[in-house]
Nanobody, 112 residues
Framework: QVQLVESGGGLVQPGGSLRLSCAAS??????MGWYRQAPGKQRELVAS???????DYADSVKGRFTISRDNAKNTVYLEMNSLKPEDTAVYYC????????WGQGTQVTVSS
């Protein structure tokens, strides 16, 4: 029943960068992920990280996004570079694949 609060989204131009943060109320999951949901699309997992730092990325973001975690701070981050309009979505953090309640997400809009 971990509470998750995402932040850091906003409006950015194509090619720009954003850093998202996910603050959890207690110890985070063994595997944490960042998900996104674009208008008219299903929610998709774009990045995940294990408790020891092993990462995995969707092909669509590989080489552009970096996920990290600070277990002591119960926090997960997503550094997003070279952003594209198709990255526009509401971004959520949660366990991957074992999930708790969804937070409110944070809106990322990539547009000129």
């Amino acid at each position: 029943q971990v509470q998750l609060v995402e932040s850091g989204g906003g409006l950015v131009q194509p090619g720009g960068s954003l850093r998202l943060s996910c603050a959890a109320s207690s110890t985070i999951f063994y595997v944490m992920g960042w998900y996104r949901q674009a208008p008219g699309k299903q929610r998709e997992l774009v990045a995940s990280i294990t408790n020891i730092g092993t990462t995995d990325y969707a092909d669509s973001v590989k080489g552009r996004f970096t996920i990290s975690r600070d277990n002591a701070k119960n926090t997960v981050y997503l550094e997003m570079n070279s952003l594209k309009p198709e990255d526009t979505a509401v971004y959520y953090c949660n366990g991957a694949p074992d999930r708790g309640y969804w937070g409110q997400g944070t809106q990322v809009t990539v547009s000129s």
